[in-house]
Structure formats: C-alpha cells, structure tokens
C-alpha cells in the first residue's frame, strides 16, 4: 500500500503543468491518508505527531517512509503538545488524530487558537461517519466553530493533497492552528493525485522569546481572543474571495450545497444539479452560499454528521432544505442522497448483518477473559482489540466509554457497591490506553482508595493491536521500530504505593494468574496484576518474539 507514495516509484506519470512555468508533475493513485503524508512531506513539514486511531493511523507511517520526522506520542494531548513546540520554533508541524482523539487534544487547540503559532501547524482530524471503530459520531465542524481555528474539508485524495499544503501555507500566514477534517471514507478510498513540486527555502527552527504570545495568562489572554477573531474576519474575507471553494453551474432547477466526500456521492445522484461546493468549512464563505442560494429555485444543504451548514444558512437568513434527521446517522452515499433529494424519510432498508468481530484465534486476552467471567467479576473495560471481550460468546466486559475510564469507573462502583458486590469490580485496560491516560486513573486509584481496595489489569500485549501494530511508550520501540526506552509497569505500579503487584502469562501460567485474581478479589487492598503475553499477530510480523516482553 505504502509503496505507491515512495519518492523513487517508477510507476507514475509524469506530466508538465502550463500554469507553473514548466514545474514537474507526479500522478499517483494513492489513499486520502497517504495523500496527506505527501503534502505534509511536500510542504516540508520539520515533524508530525500523533496517537493511532482508526482512519487516521496510517498517515505518520507513511510521512515516516517518505522521510519525514515522525513519532508516536503517549496520547493526542502530548502530541498536540509537541507539534505546537515545534511550530513555536518556527517551522511547520502537524499532528494526527481521530474525532475522538480531539477530544483528548482540546485543551492544547482552545489555547493555542489564541497564542498562535511561529511557523505552522496543522491538526489532522479524521471523523467516523457510520461507527466503523469508533464509539461515537461526533462531527470535528463544531471543534472549529468552538475553538476559532479555520477548517478544510477535502472531498477526494487530490483534494487530501492539495489542503494539507494550503494549511500549512494559510496557518503560517495568520500564525493559527488550521484543522484538515477528514473521514473514513476519504482515509481510506483511493484516487489520482497529481502531486507539485516540495516546497523549498522555508526558514530554519529558531525560537524568537515573545511572552504576551507564547505566555497565556489572563492579561495575555484577553488581547490574545481579540486578535484571533480579527484573524477569523480577514480568513473569512479570504474564503469568500480565494477560498478552496468551488461553483458548478447546472440547472436552476436544483442547487446543491455540500462539503467532503458527500460532493462525490452527490454529483452522481444529481448530475445534472448545480453545486457549491465547500472546501473551508470554517469560516464559512456565507455571503458566497447565499448568493448561490438565491440563484436556484430549490436550494438542498447535504452533509455528512450534523447539520452543521444547514443550520448556519437558515441563521443567516437563506431559504433551504436540509435531510431529515434520519441521515445525519452513518455515512451518505448515492441512493441515501438521491432519498434526501426527494425528502424520503420513510425506513431505510436494514443492510444484511455481517460476521460480528472476534478476538483473534490464539489471542491471549481471550484467557484472561475467561477466568474474570469464571468469577462472575464486574469488568470497568477500556479501549482496544479486548473490547471484543463484551460480545458473544465471552460477554466478559460490563463497561466502555473512553480511553483510560476503566479505572475511573471500576473505582467508582467500588465506592459506593455494597462490600460483596464491590469486590467483585475489576478494572481491565489494555498497554497502550494505560499509557494514553491510565496512569492519571491508576493515582486516583492509589490516592481515593476504595474501602474494598481495587484490582486492574493491565493487558500488555506489546503493541497497539487494534489500529495497526503501532509502537508505544510501553513496547520499547519507536515509531520505525528502532529501540526506545521502556516503561515499567510494576515499577510505576509500585511507585505510586500499590500494595500488590505481579506479572503473569495468560498462556503459561494461566493457573498462576487465575490464583493471584482470585487472592486479590478477597483482598481490601490495592493490586495491580500485569497480563503480559505479546500479540499472535505482533509476533507474526517478527517485531517481537514469541514469550518475550524485551524492547
């Protein structure tokens, strides 16, 4: 897959472009995903962060191969955290994350819209219309509207492409954030993408001292939020003028205006409609949507997730039709919109159900969830592959949220549980979410200690299965596989005053572990048991040898 991106391929076209002097020209088939490392390689970005998370994962892998700068962080925060230091040097960063995993990054992204930046930074996000791997729906538009940062959506690969270079260039020009919002659908569909020579003599890192900027406290702060929405007022001059917004002239009969990869899914279910098509979602280019508006008979708003536009037309005093609440679910595509076009709200038919997923065959977590089911234990679960664990036939997780709310939460319902049923609560989360944001719930865990005490395991299976065998602080390997430190899950554990502490295989000493859980569930006190067995299909791919927890 990734081959198609390498800087040596010989497998691509080559074409002169008229309208830049003679520059050379590539055209490949890539992913929006691979499209993106391109463009940021292309754009000379000096380094990308992130955190995996499906559809986004692949995108610092790839930056990686071309030979970019890139790392796994912790969690999106830190990551956001070391983009933004990157760009306070004065060169351009990004960082990459799902819709989710904003969430995580916020804090960094509400402030750093007000400090801005010194060179450049992009915050890659990519949503999950139809809950391919994710837990909820929630639309990145409203992070934008809510943080003050510009937003560009891309419709295709090319366009994937082409906005990550804008962003960088409109990021360094205001010195903001900008966010590129991608969805699954973009990620991972594949289109030509002509590609433009990299860009060259960008400014080398220095750090210039400047503390009303880089420094937010409130006396900072207050004329900070002023020019920030001076920014917004020029960037929404720019995109109703220059913005990468697009007008297709069609019948007046019927005016279609649409963002993202609902453009493509339109265009074939009303080819003969007129288009605006919205590339800078925010801000957005109204008075240009208006008078677009005015132009057509009948004006339709299409999008993907919230009726995010339709709903700042109709404020803005424009006459439109927007889908009925029913398609704001799952993802659009021809037959839903041609539905919308002709205001179908009657049931959808049910698509046939697939194979359910599984654990893998083999997989050591499949052990460890039957012993807790064995003992009848209330499982606090957290995100990863484990969380597979809930369904059938094991039906050995009781609760999921968020990354890291497995101790929160089985803390919780020890506190208040009556004894006998409270100390049957364990708390199950996997490697990589422990260091994502379990080390914060294990210190609530040893800091409001429970009267019954708490028990959680920690399953290290080396890697971070679910998004794509990632590295993380806890496997001891970088981001290209190179050796790293490694954490120490029983020395943290210690550290922090955890009573009991142990490491077990699930496989080879299943009877050991099951002992120590069934000692540790009689116990009011804390324990903290570390299920270490590497992943079959981690081990599959030779990063880490079968029984070995080495780095």
Excluded at 29 to 57: D, I
Excluded at 192 to 217: G, K
Excluded at 230 to 259: A, F, H, R, Y
Excluded at 369 to 388: P, R, S, W
Aim: aromatic share 6%; proline share 6%; net charge negative.
């Amino acid at each position: 897959m990734y081959d198609s991106v390498s800087d040596t391929d010989t497998d691509t076209d080559t074409d002169i472009d008229p309208d830049k002097s003679g520059e050379l020209m590539e055209r490949k088939f890539l992913m929006g995903n691979e499209a993106v490392a391109l463009g940021a390689r292309h754009a000379g970005a000096a380094r990308g962060t992130g955190y995996p998370g499906t559809p986004s994962s692949e995108i610092l892998d790839v930056f990686n191969q071309l030979g970019g700068k890139a790392q796994w962080s912790p969690n999106e925060k830190v990551a956001a955290e070391v983009a933004l230091g990157v760009s306070f040097a004065g060169v351009r960063a990004f960082v990459t994350m799902k819709h989710v995993g904003l969430n995580v990054a916020a804090d960094v992204l509400f402030t750093a819209s007000y400090s801005g930046v010194d060179g450049a930074l992009l915050f890659v996000v990519a949503d999950d219309p139809g809950l391919a791997s994710s837990q909820n729906e929630q639309d990145t538009r409203r992070y934008a509207v809510a943080a003050g940062v510009p937003l560009l959506e891309p419709s295709d690969s090319q366009e994937a492409y082409d906005f990550t270079r804008l962003a960088f260039e409109l990021s360094e020009r205001w010195k903001i954030p900008v966010i590129l919002k991608l969805t699954t659908r973009i990620c991972h569909s594949g289109t030509i993408v002509t590609s433009r020579a990299a860009d060259h003599h960008l400014p080398e890192a220095h750090f210039e001292r400047n503390i009303p900027y880089h420094v937010m406290i409130p006396g900072h702060a207050r004329p900070a939020h002023r020019r920030l929405r001076q920014k917004l007022t020029e960037i929404t001059e720019w995109n109703e003028k220059e913005g990468p917004n697009q007008e297709i002239t069609g019948s007046k009969d019927l005016g279609i205006l649409v963002s993202g990869v609902a453009y493509q899914h339109a265009r074939e279910a009303a080819p003969e409609a007129s288009f605006f098509k919205v590339g800078m979602s925010y801000p957005l280019p109204m008075r240009s949507m208006l008078g677009f508006v005015a132009t057509v008979k009948r004006a339709v708003v299409i999008e993907e997730n919230d009726p995010y536009m339709a709903h700042a037309v109709r404020a803005a005093g424009g006459t439109i039709q927007s889908a009925p609440e029913m398609y704001r679910f799952g993802e659009l595509d021809v037959q839903r919109i041609k539905r919308i076009l002709v205001n179908d709200a009657s049931p959808e038919a049910v698509s046939p159900r697939g194979k359910p997923p599984q654990l893998c065959a083999g997989c050591p977590h499949k052990v460890t969830f039957e012993v807790l089911k064995k003992h009848n234990c209330i499982v606090a679960g957290d995100i990863g592959c484990y969380t597979l664990a809930a369904l059938q036939p094991l039906a050995a997780m009781d609760t999921q949220i968020c990354m890291g709310a497995s101790l929160g939460i089985g803390v919780g319902l020890r506190h208040v549980l009556p004894p006998e049923e409270a100390r049957r609560v364990v708390s199950v989360i996997g490697d990589s979410t422990f260091v994502h944001s379990g080390l914060t719930g294990l210190a609530e865990m040893t800091y409001n200690v429970p009267p019954t005490g708490h028990v959680l395991l920690i399953l290290d299976n080396s890697t971070t299965a679910m998004t794509g065998q990632q590295e993380h602080p806890g496997t001891g390997r970088l981001l290209d596989h190179t050796p790293a430190n490694r954490l120490d899950y029983e020395t943290i554990a210690r550290a922090m005053n955890v009573t009991n502490v142990g490491t077990f295989d699930p496989v080879s000493q299943s009877d050991e572990f099951e002992a120590a859980l069934v000692e540790a569930l009689g116990k009011d006190e804390l324990t903290v048991l570390i299920v270490q067995r590497p992943c079959i299909l981690a081990v599959a791919r030779k990063r880490v040898k079968p029984g070995s927890t080495e780095g």
